[in-house]
């Protein structure tokens, strides 16, 4: 690829083919129009591939006019948060921390299907209030075009508030984030996906600080052993491991990692500890709110 391709940020060559590269290009240019016509922004940034991104092209497009806010809570894993201090550094952007707490907000304690849109608007609303002291014309949040597809109600919480999604707006999938990311050589272009804590319980049961502490510390030994993307769901007395292929075959090939991670999870509070022989996949506890849209409509 030639040096000046993108303002000469591309500088190494892509494992796409050369029919897929051109379209890389042009959405990343497209992800700096966008930035650049907002005049001022402020990120929800986790840390994740997404909002690193958005953050980066913020930066670049910016300046000094850029900030990315990171929400510390029981939800987040300390780990995390360092993590998003690290990146947010390396990029050079100005980073805030505020601390949230959604386990105040009654109807996300009790993890109702609309969980997300409740930690959401919480969150927003105090992105909003920065925003404002600080400033700054507009809100991003790192939503691609992917989340459409899903049942994400925290979307309609950044509606309401006027959030900005840009790397929908530029027409990006998160493989082609990932890409993006790989070709400006951010770090954490190939980082597995990561939902807070909250997403491993089943709507309904109700969310407290010892059960998000309790998955957390499943997860960080899983962490610890090697394994990089899954989940561990919790089912009251079972936990239940979703792992990638990869791990799949860790588990099923070695007896004794079982038992210990087994032992392990015991001590951390769980009776049973199951394997999910699907795997694992994103938004696993939405099959249920999925699953009864289409007996609705079957019985409709």
Not at 146 to 171: K, Q
Not at 211 to 227: D, I, K, T
Request: some cysteine; proline content about 3%; glycine content about 8%.
């Amino acid at each position: 690829m030639q040096r000046n391709a993108a303002d000469g940020l591309f500088t190494k060559p892509s494992r796409n083919n050369m029919t897929e590269e051109p379209l890389l290009i042009e959405g990343y240019l497209r992800l700096k129009e966008i930035m650049e016509s907002m005049g001022s922004v402020l990120v929800a940034f986790s840390g994740g591939v997404d909002s690193t991104l958005l953050a980066r092209v913020a930066y670049d497009t910016l300046g000094d006019r850029a900030a990315a806010v990171t929400a510390t809570s029981p939800t987040y894993p300390a780990y995390e948060i360092e993590e998003a201090k690290s990146i947010a550094a390396a990029i050079g952007i100005r980073h805030i921390l505020v601390e949230s707490n959604e386990l105040d907000i009654a109807e996300f304690a009790q993890n109702d299907s609309r969980r997300c849109y409740h930690c959401k608007r919480e969150l927003f609303d105090k992105l909003k209030s920065i925003a404002g002291e600080m400033h700054i014309a507009h809100i991003a949040c790192g939503t691609t075009t992917d989340d459409l597809s899903d049942y994400r109600p925290g979307m309609d919480a950044a509606r309401e508030l006027g959030v900005r999604s840009p790397l929908v707006e530029a027409g990006l999938s998160k493989v082609m984030v990932r890409e993006i990311s790989r070709m400006l050589r951010l770090t954490n272009w190939d980082k597995p996906s990561f939902a807070c804590l909250s997403s491993r319980f089943p709507y309904g049961t109700e969310i407290t600080e010892d059960r998000l502490s309790q998955v957390g510390m499943c997860e960080a030994y899983l962490r610890q052993l090697g394994f990089k993307q899954f989940r561990v769901r919790y089912h009251g007395e079972v936990a239940r491991i979703e792992a990638d292929m990869e791990g799949l075959g860790v588990f099923l090939a070695d007896p004794v990692l079982r038992r210990e991670i087994a032992k392990k999870f015991k001590e951390f509070g769980f009776t049973y500890v199951t394997l999910d022989l699907e795997g694992y996949r994103t938004g696993s506890m939405n099959e249920v709110i999925i699953d009864g849209v289409r007996k609705s409509s079957l019985s409709g």
